[in-house]
């Protein structure tokens, strides 16, 4: 049967309808079952002591007082731990030239950041723990540090890493084109430089893992707030030296993610490893003051940016000089290298040029690490992108919405190649534009800010068109040296009573996956979602697959799970014909019945069928297929990524006494392909908003020169509130991905891909015509004061 979804009155028709979350009302009775909330027999908690120096020997450590305290049964050191736990290298072999230590679980001879672990304390209860933790003496020996990325590669700035011979972590140049050319023959050339603070995830749940060792049984089983069951367990199986099936992972309910949680962590390591020793279940809770010095951080950048045009305002060419700085290590298995690496691949990538060299520095440095955080790179390229075209606009006095259409893809350009060698199999930036002009009235909009100049109020508008990259094939990471997969699985079966269960390798971080797979695998069988139950995030339980990352769960395990309950369909309707006496090409299933296909006459509900398959089989004919349990895996393999694509706007206002800005209005016209549940996707892009306009406007962490953290509590550092956000207006345009049947690609990132660049582009345009202009995010009054000549240094 081929499944028509742009026919909205088709039967089962459940792909592109809101339905509602399965898990929802179980989640706001507070009724979820998280890490922090599993209790087992003979638990214990381990506390970390970690590094109060950036850079540091460790020259000795007595645990004598910890262990007479009270309820504290251990204490282990980074020799400890590594004699059960090998290290880890975070590099990848597709990254050429990324280089990267050993990283133990606890630190051995040295420290090398502040918040690193150095110490675990295991007690009987978690306050207990802290406790003799706190009892712990450290000695230090303080060694030079190394803090600011730009000055990293200088020959008078100490060698973090001595074997590594330099600062240097990795460096990618991709030149495509004549670009010298191009420049010199430009009749307007932009130049600015950008800044992006380093910022975090502050996830609504900080980082869990329980984990449990029975010798016995020779199995280890992890209770693990992470985006990758599979992924951890190949991790822990193999630096804890176990057999991958002897190993199993179970995911349950994630209070967010963001990227946060699809890292190896040492800390998280180290209480595996713990479990391993003791030979009992040992908890890790991360509390809200470590997470900001071990969760990873991410998108500190600094870039300089030149764009080249024509007198029409047509794009010749790009220059992209990226530095960024990733901490002591490359972070395992994904590496710290990525976000840099996508700076180079995206930017300029709405755009339809001929010319394009880019560069990232990846430098080792003193701070906490930084990795993969949603959007990775995203929003960096996005900016400086978006950024130089407005002011190439502005300079050559051409409106910023028409500046994007002279020079942005043409929708019947496809399948195309940007000059970074990015492959597009089919995107909508011309719709795209055209139907967020509609949507924000845009002439309107423009009338609106001249009148309230004239008022002596100061606004701006900003557009941001961006693409995302989705549905990673195995060129990701197949060809790297982790063992991340790309392929996910979904087994679909149906029981005696005619209900379905779905085992999908696709996790839940509180994004939707399971209502998203109930509609899918509703639509596929031929059953109402509510008949469809939903498990996942537990490697014992569900077939392999990656996991939840890159925005990835729909459309490659939306596939998986469409392909399963297609088959599972097909199962169904054989031994229906069998107990039927017709053809099976003349029945189908709707709402839960076996029915003709020509009048949709009612012939059997699936649970008759159920019940003579599983108790009364003897009465089918022999040798008839009567497996009403189907697997199917799924991996893209035309493309390296499905690309999706849209644009964003701001309307902001600026006070130019404070420098405050006041977020009035924002817009996204976003392309996800097929839109499965249209309440999620929707829910997406403005959750992706608030973290872009969180970047854009509040969040950065602050280091001194010395590598210690300055505003590392909720006190200090600040995250978007609902109170600041303005209204959000989303839309869509569906390109379908050709590649798939269900045409799905992710949606996860592409809100906080151009959020600060649409925001940063209308502050712009609210201060040019008195002479201001911002570009290091984010964008604080003192920032906007200081372009305003306000402030003083």
Not at 284 to 302: N, Y
Not at 366 to 388: C, D, F, I, M, W
Not at 512 to 524: F, K, P, R, W, Y
Not at 605 to 614: C, D, K, N, T, W
Request: with cysteine; net charge negative.
């Amino acid at each position: 049967m081929t499944l028509d979804f742009g026919n909205p009155d088709r039967p089962n028709s459940y792909i592109g309808k809101t339905v509602p979350r399965p898990n929802a009302a179980r989640l706001v009775q507070g009724r979820g079952a998280y890490v922090d909330d599993m209790v087992l027999p003979r638990m214990v908690h381990v506390a970390f002591v970690r590094s109060p120096h950036a850079h540091a020997a460790i020259t000795g450590i007595d645990a004598t007082a910890a262990l007479a305290e009270p309820g504290v049964l251990r204490v282990l050191t980074g020799a400890d731990i590594a004699a059960v736990c090998t290290p880890w290298v975070g590099v990848l072999a597709h990254l050429k030239g990324l280089k990267s230590p050993p990283q133990h679980a606890l630190a051995m001879d040295r420290a090398v950041w502040v918040g690193e672990p150095v110490v675990a304390v295991v007690a009987r209860t978690r306050a207990e723990a802290e406790d003799g933790a706190a009892l712990v003496e450290v000695d230090y020996d303080p060694l030079p540090e190394v803090t600011d990325m730009m000055t990293a590669l200088d020959a008078d700035t100490p060698v973090l890493h001595a074997d590594m011979g330099d600062n240097l972590a990795f460096r990618r140049l991709h030149d495509h084109g004549d670009v010298d050319a191009a420049f010199a023959a430009a009749h307007t050339v932009v130049e600015a430089r950008f800044k992006t603070g380093r910022h975090t995830g502050v996830t609504l749940e900080p980082r869990s893992i329980l984990v449990d060792w029975k010798p016995g049984d020779g199995l280890m089983t992890a209770w693990h707030a992470t985006q990758a069951p599979h992924m951890m367990q190949v991790v822990l199986a193999k630096h804890l030296d176990l057999p991958e099936s002897r190993v199993r992972v179970i995911c349950g309910d994630v209070g967010g993610s963001y990227g946060i949680k699809v890292h190896i962590y040492p800390d998280e390591i180290a209480t595996a490893a713990i479990a391993k020793i003791m030979a009992r279940p040992v908890k890790f809770v991360a509390d809200r003051l470590e997470s900001f010095t071990t969760d990873i951080h991410a998108r500190d950048h600094e870039v300089t940016g030149r764009i080249a045009c024509n007198a029409d305002g047509k794009i010749l060419a790009f220059d992209i000089d990226d530095w960024t700085a990733i901490g002591a290590y490359s972070v395992y298995p994904r590496t710290s290298a990525i976000e840099g690496n996508q700076v180079v691949n995206l930017c300029g990538g709405p755009y339809d040029f001929a010319n394009y060299r880019a560069q990232t520095t990846v430098v080792f440095q003193n701070k906490t690490p930084t990795s993969q955080y949603r959007a990775v790179g995203h929003p960096v390229a996005v900016t400086v992108t978006e950024g130089l075209v407005d002011m190439a606009a502005a300079k050559l006095g051409i409106d910023p919405i028409e500046m994007r259409r002279r020079n942005v893809f043409a929708d019947d350009a496809y399948p195309a190649v940007s000059p970074s060698n990015m492959r597009f199999e089919g995107l909508s930036h011309q719709a795209s534009l055209q139907k967020l002009v509609d949507l924000m009235g845009y002439d309107a909009l423009r009338a609106d800010q001249a009148a309230a100049r004239a008022r002596g109020i100061v606004r701006g508008i900003g557009i941001a068109s961006f693409i995302e990259l989705t549905n990673p094939s195995p060129f990701m990471y197949g060809i790297g040296g982790a063992r991340i997969s790309a392929q996910d699985g979904c087994t679909v079966r149906m029981d005696p009573d005619g209900s379905i269960v779905a085992a999908s390798s696709v996790t839940e971080q509180g994004q939707g996956t399971e209502a998203m797979l109930s509609q899918i695998v509703a639509e596929g069988v031929g059953v109402l979602p509510a008949q469809v139950r939903i498990v996942t995030g537990d490697t014992q339980a569900t077939p392999y697959g990656g996991g939840t990352w890159a925005s990835r769960g729909a459309g490659i395990g939306g596939e998986a799970a469409l392909q399963a309950a297609r088959a599972l369909r097909e199962a169904i309707l054989t031994v229906a014909g069998a107990m039927l006496q017709c053809e099976p090409a003349t029945l189908d299933i709707r709402d839960g019945s076996v029915v003709d296909m020509a009048d949709g006459a009612d012939r059997m509900p699936l649970a008759e069928l159920g019940r003579i398959v599983y108790f009364r089989g003897d009465t089918l004919p022999k040798g008839l297929p009567r497996e009403l349990v189907q697997t199917r895996h799924y991996t893209p393999a035309d493309y390296p990524f499905a690309f999706t694509n849209g644009v964003q706007a701001s309307y902001v206002e600026v006070d130019t006494d404070t420098g405050d800005v006041k977020l009035l209005k924002h817009w996204c016209v976003e392309d996800c392909g097929r839109i499965i549940n249209p309440q999620l996707v929707d829910e997406q892009i403005r959750g992706g908003i608030v973290q872009g306009l969180g970047a854009a406007l509040f969040e950065e962490l602050h280091y001194d020169a010395e590598g210690q953290l300055l505003n590392g509590s909720l006190a200090d550092y600040l995250v978007p509130m609902a109170g600041e956000m303005p209204d959000m207006i989303v839309a869509h345009v569906e390109t379908p991905t050709l590649e798939s049947t269900l045409g799905a690609k992710g949606a996860g990132e592409a809100g906080t891909a151009g959020a600060a660049a649409a925001v940063m582009n209308a502050i712009n345009d609210a201060l040019r015509p008195i002479g201001g202009e911002v570009t290091a995010m984010p964008f604080t009054p003192e920032r906007v004061l200081r372009a305003l000549g306000k402030l003083q240094d």
